[in-house]
Each structure stands twice: as structure tokens, then as C-alpha cells.
């Protein structure tokens, strides 16, 4: 297993490198698609990177922040309001937000449907999800992907196809925007 919560310090410093210009730039196109003041989670949030990356499209945002490993949280700024807990059980009640949240995270969840029917609990009608992910066909993705598992990781990455598909049968309308081995959903909960 990758030792997230002593990794907090690493993923502070390097985590953005992750999400290349093109990634930021679609990042902005779905948040500017919620509300004023839009309530948004970041599931699996890590050191808070999406978070930073948000508040760079949009200033007004209401951010909370949750993720199993404290260590990592605790580099969150002040103004993110942070939750210790796996995505699979969410301490929010229904309905709560307008957004969330998923950057490079998705694969590490231990139990997909099941994190997947949380985050359709606590998005309002119409809500959005937003998922960032590594696409294992391609030969980068499938590299990582093998890295991962090789360290004990679960090791859920989805052809982008495949995870439309999966949102589909959880009520989700999703989009897909490919970027070489990387990819973006924007997904619509229904009402
Ligand atoms: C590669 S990091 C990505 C962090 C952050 N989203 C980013 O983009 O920098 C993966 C994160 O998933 C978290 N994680 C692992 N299992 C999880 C689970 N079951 N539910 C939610 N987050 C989980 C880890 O603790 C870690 O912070």
C-alpha cells in the first residue's frame, strides 16, 4: 500500500504537477457550470491540490475537503474545511452539495460502487461530479497502473468508455475529455 499519510509533505509540493495546463483549464469549464457560492467536496483530496486548482477558476466557492488519511488533509488551507473519511462512507447528509470532486483518487477507493452511491447521496439534484483518472490502455496509464497494484493498491482504473458506462447505470449523464492518457468526466446527477 503507498504510505499516503506520511506522504502528505511530497504531495504538497509536487501534487500539481499532476494536472497539466489542459486538465486546470477543464477543471474551470465544469465549476463554472455550478451556482454562486457553489458547495463543493473533494473526495480523496489528498493535500487539497483540486481544491487549489478550484479556487484558481473561482474565488467564491464553499470548499470541504475529505480523504482517509489525516497526513495528507493537514495540508489543506484554512478556508477548506476537511473531513477524515474514506469515500465509501461520506459524514454528510443527502442532498449537501453542488459539486464534487475526484483527482487521481478514484483508483485508490477499495470499493468504487459503493463510494459511487455516496457521492450521488450527498450531491443535490442536478449535481455535478467532476473525475480525474489515468486511462490503463494507454501505455503511461497501464505503467502506472501496474506500478500501483505492484504496491499492494487496489488498482481501479476504468477505460474512460467503461466508466461512462458505470456512471450510466448509477443515474449519472457523463462527459469525457481525453488527454493522451489522461482523462476528465463531468457527470450530471440526475433529479
Ligand atoms: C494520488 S492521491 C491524490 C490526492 C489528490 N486528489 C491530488 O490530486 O493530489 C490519492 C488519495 O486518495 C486517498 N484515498 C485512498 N483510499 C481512499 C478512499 N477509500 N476514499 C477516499 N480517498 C482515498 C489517499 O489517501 C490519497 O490522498
Redesign the pocket.
Known amino acids: 500500500m503507498?504510505p499516503?499519510?506520511k506522504l502528505g509533505w511530497a504531495?504538497h509540493r509536487f501534487?500539481k504537477r499532476?494536472?497539466p495546463q489542459e486538465v486546470r483549464q477543464n477543471l474551470c469549464y465544469f465549476l463554472d457550470t455550478l451556482p454562486p457560492e457553489a458547495k463543493v467536496l473533494?473526495?480523496?483530496?489528498?493535500?487539497?491540490?483540486?481544491c487549489e486548482l478550484s479556487l484558481a477558476c473561482r474565488d467564491d466557492l464553499v470548499l470541504s475537503a475529505?480523504?482517509?488519511?489525516e497526513g495528507?488533509l493537514q495540508y489543506c488551507r484554512e478556508s477548506v474545511h476537511t473531513v477524515v473519511?474514506?469515500?465509501?462512507t461520506l459524514p454528510f447528509d443527502n442532498n449537501s452539495f453542488d459539486g464534487v470532486l475526484?483527482?487521481?483518487?478514484l483508483h485508490?477507493?477499495?470499493?468504487v460502487d459503493a463510494?459511487l452511491l455516496e457521492i450521488k447521496r450527498i450531491l443535490k439534484p442536478n449535481g455535478m461530479l467532476f473525475i480525474?483518472d489515468f486511462n490503463p490502455k494507454k501505455f503511461k496509464g497501464a505503467f502506472i497502473a501496474k506500478s500501483e497494484i505492484l504496491l499492494g493498491e487496489p488498482g481501479n482504473f476504468f477505460v474512460p468508455s467503461e466508466l461512462a458506462e458505470k456512471l450510466s447505470s448509477f443515474g449519472f449523464q457523463a462527459t469525457i475529455q481525453q488527454y493522451g492518457y489522461r482523462y476528465t468526466v463531468h457527470a450530471k446527477k440526475g433529479k
Request: proline share 6%; no cysteine; net charge negative.
Open positions: 503507498i499516503f499519510n504531495f501534487g499532476i494536472y473533494d473526495v480523496g483530496a489528498g493535500t487539497g491540490v483540486l475529505a480523504d482517509p488519511a495528507m473519511a474514506p469515500a465509501e475526484m483527482g487521481e483518487a485508490h477507493f477499495r470499493n463510494a480525474y
